[in-house]
């Protein structure tokens, strides 16, 4: 072979093209890490099948939500919605859609998050009670699909928790909820210390900690709630004032699991975030202190009274808001000084800008919010897809930890855009049409669609969220790629 040999740092030759030969791709250096690394927790061997299980729930609550929210954009296309019936159909499927997508696919991913955020059992009987909550939450969700076939009930639009007024769906959230609390007070009584030595993977910690805080929170306002409503109310208002205040607790978890995959995914590529883990901390401290604004709620006012409702929409706005834009400005800076991605951290990069985008274009959305209509929904489908975006690319991210392929290729890159862009659309054809006045939670003919505008505006929502379905479908498919080459 022509080459010229050189030594390297061992003695060692080594060998180098000769001139006229061009040298392949150089490998990428290794680095040691660095105290303001933040990474997240590693996966240990006897963590892996709890974090597996987890996953699959996650999984299989995408699949579920996804069948049914293919009947329930085609019920809001105008043209197709007339071969469908409308108002109870649309409706059970709303609910189910949307517990399924939020409700069972975040707690499943903060399960895997937490499950690695503690310290790992060491017994029998200790394996076994940290799979219970795993159980009790994949349980729950089976009964929520089947209760909207088998005993559908009254389906009730309450925000943040839709019910089927149904023994048997209410029997599933509340075994759901068990799983719940137990996962919760597994991860306060085994959390890992975040350490006197703080460094960049002990402020992403402290960051999955914090999460964990708010979610107990959001369940006591739950309990509470539960205590004092009066169980004598129409089913609309009993679920609406049950569900307000640990609904609004629960958005401080979405968001601190978002800033955390936020930090994760800009390290994972390669970035460096100009932020000391100090001061990452001080924000995760400032978004969590607003959730503890909900048992003073409680304390103030009746719960049905508007002030109470005000108190805890705005401590979530002022709340978890203002650590959200210094951290979003920092992890953009540290992706714009990104100039070479490899294969496996192209999809990070997709997923990580395209959460970003969503969730940014949905806050924009919530400051033109007026009156009731279809508005409101494209504000929250703007944050709530921004955080499954996050979580998307934390799971390609672990895919690897949990023993499994790392995802790459086109179809890895692509997912997060089409998800995204067809979110985007989605929520642009509703602000389109709420400018009209199309009211929310309605389909069929009772839209009302009177103008071309309106038609117009619609479809646009109908073609984005056709996107976006299949953007989370194709999100399940290059997982079970990952997951059936998985490493020996």
Not at 150 to 177: E, W
Request: glycine letters at 12%; hydrophobic letters at 55%.
């Amino acid at each position: 072979m022509n080459t010229i040999s050189t030594l390297t740092e061992g003695g060692r030759r080594r060998p180098r093209p000769a001139p006229g030969i061009t040298p392949g791709p150089a490998p990428r250096p290794v680095t040691a890490s660095s105290p303001d690394d933040y990474t997240l927790p590693v996966v240990a061997a006897g963590q892996r099948a709890l974090a597996r299980g987890w996953l699959w729930l996650a999984l299989a609550a995408l699949v579920g939500s996804g069948l049914f929210s293919v009947l329930l954009v085609l019920a809001r296309t105008p043209g197709i919605n007339a071969w469908l019936p409308a108002g109870d159909f649309f409706r059970v499927a709303l609910v189910v859609h949307v517990d399924l997508s939020v409700l069972v696919w975040f707690v499943a991913i903060a399960g895997l998050l937490w499950s690695l955020n503690a310290r790992p059992a060491r017994t029998p009987a200790a394996v076994a009670l940290t799979r219970l909550p795993l159980l009790l939450c994949g349980l729950g969700a089976l009964g929520m699909a089947l209760a909207a076939f088998v005993d559908p009930g009254q389906a009730v639009m309450a925000n943040y928790i839709p019910m089927l007024d149904s023994a048997t769906f209410r029997a599933a959230v509340g075994v759901f909820g068990l799983g719940v609390l137990l996962l919760v007070l597994l991860g306060l009584l085994r959390a890992l210390p975040v350490g006197l030595a703080l460094d960049g993977a002990g402020a992403l910690r402290f960051g999955l900690h914090a999460s964990v805080v708010a979610t107990g929170v959001a369940l006591l306002a739950f309990a509470w709630s539960l205590a004092v409503v009066p169980s004598s109310l129409p089913p609309k208002a009993y679920y609406e004032i049950l569900f307000w205040g640990g609904g609004h607790a629960l958005q401080f978890t979405w968001t601190l699991l978002m800033l955390v995959a936020w930090l994760a995914l800009a390290q994972a590529c390669g970035g460096r975030v100009p932020l000391s883990p100090r001061v990452v901390l001080l924000l995760f401290v400032v978004a969590l202190v607003g959730v503890f604004g909900t048992p003073l709620a409680y304390l103030m006012h009746d719960v049905s009274t508007v002030e109470h409702r005000d108190m805890h929409t705005w401590g979530m706005r002022f709340g978890g808001g203002l650590a959200i834009a210094p951290l979003a400005l920092a992890v953009l800076l540290a992706m714009a000084s990104l100039r070479q991605l490899d294969a496996v951290q192209r999809p990070l990069r997709a997923a990580l800008l395209a959460s970003m985008l969503l969730f940014v274009a949905g806050g924009l959305i919530g400051l033109a919010i007026s009156g009731n209509n279809v508005k409101i929904p494209a504000h929250y489908h703007g944050c709530i897809v921004g955080v499954t975006l996050a979580l998307m690319g934390l799971v390609y991210h672990l895919l690897p930890q949990l023993g499994y392929r790392a995802p790459s290729g086109r179809l890895a890159v692509l997912q997060p855009w089409l998800y995204g862009v067809g979110q985007l659309l989605h929520i642009a054809g509703l602000v389109w049409s709420g400018g009209y006045g199309v009211q929310r939670k309605v389909a069929g003919a009772e839209q009302v669609l009177r103008s071309t505008g309106e038609v117009a505006g619609m479809g646009l929502m109908g073609l984005g969220g056709l996107l976006a379905i299949a953007g989370g479908l194709l999100f399940v498919v290059v997982v079970a790629r990952a997951i059936r080459r998985q490493c020996p």
